[in-house]
């Protein structure tokens, strides 16, 4: 195997299940605690400054720094060190194996290939003349859940541009879409089922507006973007009921809204509002629906943006497609986008393989992913204002 191979292997074999989920045996997740600790390792050894970033209790993101010649610029390579639940995995996923050119175990694709691949390129950068502005290795926590590590991570660091890894099948992302997930509660009364009457079946209210809502879904399709094609909702969870000879007085939906660039979560909440409004009630139910648990705008990086330039460059330097393209999922970067830092998604794998029964990675993306990274973070940062002072503000 390479080195990014044999670095990704170790990565695979620690069990970093994000705490949200469980993990073998159905306990919750253990969280990155032990990868953040190898990651520091990994930097130490090689001479590489690091910096602990405490962002909740036995979670730290990890940041490595190799200067540049130019200290008031900086970009940045971030990757999550979390993952999701290895239930329903048909392979083994914390005991990685190569066959047939590729690494399978929970992880391997999404995102420890990527973070593998750059923690080489940071090495590279750190022995090699040095880069033209200092280059931070952001390593993350909570990319799966509720995007902690990063939301963080740009309170406390300011850069020029960034490049965020997810399984992008060695394709420059420039859009992802954003999303915004709710739920709404229908309240009704409980009865003996034999005197139905008597109560008001918060199921039945549900049913409604589950129609409701499919049929408003249908209506996202003619919302487009040329990169991600069209906005999509999804009724996802419905929870109701407690026993078959009670009537249910409380039943629970949970939606999930896949947001284009421009639109607005808040916009969009409330055409859920108007639509929850249309629904015939049933007698003594009522309806409410909540704030949202998690809302992740768009990301729109613009083709002529610096970051994107630079992309380009590596991309062309290794034979790879130089075009950008869109994704329908969600990552780190449009933090970054928000904090007013340029940012692409790039790395090796495919969405397909990431959170499968069998995930992997093919070996060969790692190292051509880690020359790429590297050769992002070679190309120079264009002049003007500097943006900070260098080093990150860590509290």
Same mark, same amino acid.
């Given at each position: 195997?390479?080195?990014?191979?044999?670095?990704?292997?170790?990565?695979?074999?620690?069990?970093?299940?994000?705490?949200?989920?469980?993990?073998?045996?159905?306990?919750?997740?253990?969280?990155?605690?032990?990868?953040?600790?190898?990651?520091?390792?990994?930097?130490?050894?090689?001479?590489?400054?690091?910096?602990?970033?405490?962002?909740?209790?036995?979670?730290?993101?990890?940041?490595?720094?190799?200067?540049?010649?130019?200290?008031?610029?900086?970009?940045?390579?971030?990757?999550?060190?979390?993952?999701?639940?290895?239930?329903?995995?048909?392979?083994?996923?914390?005991?990685?194996?190569?066959?047939?050119?590729?690494?399978? /175990? =929970?992880? #391997?694709?999404?995102? !420890?290939?990527? $973070?593998? %691949?750059?923690?080489?390129?940071? &090495?590279?950068?750190? *022995?090699?003349?040095?880069?033209?502005?200092?280059?931070?290795?952001?390593?993350?926590?909570?990319?799966?859940?509720?995007?902690?590590?990063?939301?963080?991570?740009?309170?406390?660091?300011?850069?020029?541009?960034?490049?965020?890894?997810?399984?992008?099948?060695?394709?420059?992302?420039?859009?992802?879409?954003?999303?915004?997930?709710?739920?709404?509660?229908?309240? /009704? =009364?409980? #009865?003996?089922?034999? !005197?139905?009457? $008597?109560? %008001?079946?918060?199921?039945?209210? &549900?049913?409604?507006? *589950?129609?409701?809502?499919?049929?408003?879904?249908?209506?996202?399709?003619?919302?487009?973007?040329?990169?991600?094609?069209?906005?999509?909702?999804?009724?996802?969870?419905?929870?109701?009921?407690?026993?078959?000879?009670?009537?249910?007085?409380?039943?629970?939906?949970?939606?999930?809204?896949?947001?284009?660039?421009?639109?607005?979560?808040?916009?969009?909440?409330?055409?859920?509002?108007?639509?929850?409004?249309?629904?015939?009630?049933?007698?003594?139910?009522?309806?409410?629906?909540?704030?949202?648990?998690?809302?992740?705008?768009?990301?729109?990086?613009?083709?002529?943006?610096?970051?994107?330039?630079?992309?380009?460059?590596?991309?062309?330097?290794?034979?790879?497609?130089?075009?950008?393209?869109?994704?329908?999922?969600?990552?780190?970067?449009?933090?970054?986008?928000?904090?007013?830092?340029?940012?692409?998604?790039?790395?090796?794998?495919?969405?397909?393989?990431?959170?499968?029964?069998?995930?992997?990675?093919?070996?060969?993306?790692?190292?051509?992913?880690?020359?790429?990274?590297?050769?992002?973070?070679?190309?120079?940062?264009?002049?003007?204002?500097?943006?900070?002072?260098?080093?990150?503000?860590?509290?």
């Amino acid at each position: 195997m390479t080195a990014v191979a044999d670095t990704l292997a170790v990565l695979v074999a620690i069990d970093s299940v994000n705490p949200a989920y469980p993990t073998l045996g159905g306990a919750p997740g253990p969280g990155e605690g032990a990868v953040a600790a190898w990651v520091e390792q990994f930097l130490g050894d090689r001479g590489i400054r690091t910096v602990i970033q405490p962002v909740l209790p036995g979670r730290s993101n990890v940041l490595g720094i190799v200067p540049g010649r130019d200290p008031a610029r900086r970009v940045v390579l971030e990757a999550h060190m979390d993952t999701v639940s290895p239930a329903g995995m048909t392979i083994a996923p914390f005991a990685p194996r190569v066959e047939a050119g590729r690494l399978h /175990g =929970r992880g #391997a694709c999404d995102v !420890k290939g990527g $973070l593998a %691949a750059m923690l080489h390129a940071l &090495a590279d950068l750190a *022995v090699g003349p040095p880069p033209p502005a200092e280059v931070v290795l952001a390593a993350v926590i909570d990319e799966e859940h509720a995007f902690r590590g990063v939301s963080r991570l740009v309170e406390h660091l300011r850069a020029d541009r960034a490049v965020v890894a997810e399984p992008t099948d060695l394709r420059i992302v420039t859009a992802t879409k954003g999303v915004l997930r709710f739920r709404i509660h229908v309240q /009704g =009364r409980a #009865a003996h089922t034999s !005197k139905p009457w $008597l109560g %008001a079946n918060a199921i039945s209210q &549900a049913a409604r507006l *589950v129609v409701a809502l499919d049929a408003f879904h249908a209506t996202l399709a003619a919302r487009s973007h040329p990169l991600l094609g069209s906005a999509t909702g999804t009724v996802s969870m419905i929870d109701g009921g407690v026993q078959i000879n009670i009537v249910p007085e409380a039943c629970m939906l949970a939606v999930d809204r896949r947001l284009l660039p421009g639109e607005a979560a808040d916009a969009a909440l409330d055409e859920y509002r108007g639509v929850v409004a249309t629904v015939e009630p049933v007698t003594g139910c009522r309806v409410v629906i909540d704030d949202p648990f998690l809302v992740d705008e768009a990301l729109d990086t613009g083709a002529d943006r610096p970051v994107v330039a630079a992309a380009r460059a590596a991309a062309e330097s290794l034979g790879l497609d130089t075009g950008i393209v869109g994704v329908p999922y969600g990552s780190d970067a449009s933090k970054f986008a928000r904090a007013g830092i340029d940012a692409i998604v790039f790395g090796p794998g495919s969405i397909d393989q990431a959170h499968a029964a069998d995930e992997f990675v093919a070996v060969e993306a790692l190292e051509t992913a880690r020359v790429f990274y590297r050769e992002w973070a070679r190309t120079p940062v264009s002049p003007g204002q500097p943006r900070q002072p260098p080093g990150p503000r860590v509290p």
